[in-house]
């Protein structure tokens, strides 16, 4: 019980907010779309508290020194990603997901990137590594680049770009030198432009090219764009409601459950619902980073967690809000699903047995 009242209960109470908005926004799916979406989001909420607070029991400090459990866990991800590659479920034109029994399982990519955080976590943090040598930049980015590369492969452009963007960011957060960084946007340079040519698929071409010019295509590349516009800009001040927002529960805008929960949240609570939600992230975001822990690596560990978050959330935005081309993320602990939901609530849990003992 001691443990248990040593916990952050304000990322606690604003994840328990999360599970409210989410459910609720869920549930009227069930009459207009026939989709049971409420009770499996359910679920998905109760196990991920129950992994929350059992993580929070157990004292992750002696992970941190196992490098061969570490290292097995980070190879694990990868076959798991491999084995996505060879044999997964396609689910919106990509192979991202390992199935059971016909029904979707998980999607191995959104737990690889917890995987991903503790590793780089503590390697930059082992031996008081510091970023003074290109090889140890180089390393950390094989790190990144592997998985990256096996999503990317997918092809699963959403969760690349996260890899990548989580990687520059971890970097930056250990301390990474000037020269080595405008390196970095070099190879970003030369990585966009061989990918347009070598690694997107035809559709995704055509998402990009319709980006830039909104419109072309409004029955096709442009609808989901377009489509999510609309549900944001009907939402006005106050919303209409969960259960009178009948553009997302209508059937116009695609994935309004998932890839574009956002804008089905801003037809139904409007500009005041969507402020509640952006003080709910800043606050386990602000949390996460003001964090100071025992070690230089739950620093780094949890600053890294509220940067995934931040990533993800911002980029799903974008894209509701046609900043950005469509590339298929979910929004933090708010879309429909179980896998994106768990892994953050396992990263959460982490966090939580290091504030635990701080």
Known sequence: MAVLRELDWVVIFCLFCFALLSLAA????????????FTRQLIFYVAAFFLLFSLSFINVSFLKKQRVFIISLYAIGLALLTIVFLTGTHIRGAASWISFAGEVGFQPSEFMKIILIFILARYFTAKQLYLYKFSNVFISGMYAGLPALLTLIQPDLGSAAVFFLLWVSMLMLAGLRWRHFLLIILLIVVLTGSMWFWVLQPYQKVRVASFFNPASDPLGANYSRNQSLIAIGGGGLFGKGFGANVHSLGGFLPE?????MFA???ESLGLGGILIIFTLYGTI????LVFEGKHGFDRLFASSLALLIFIEAAL??????????????TLPFLSYGGSSLISLFIG??????LYVRA
């Open 26 to 37: 869920l549930y009227p799916f069930g009459a207009f779309a026939g989709e049971n979406y």
């Open 256 to 260: 309004a459950h998932n890839d574009f």
């Open 264 to 266: 089905t949240l801003a």
């Open 348 to 353: 959460l849990g982490i966090y939580q047995a």
């Open 285 to 288: 975001i602000y949390r996460l």
């Open 316 to 329: 799903n935005i974008a894209i509701a809000l046609g900043l950005l081309p469509v590339t298929g993320l």
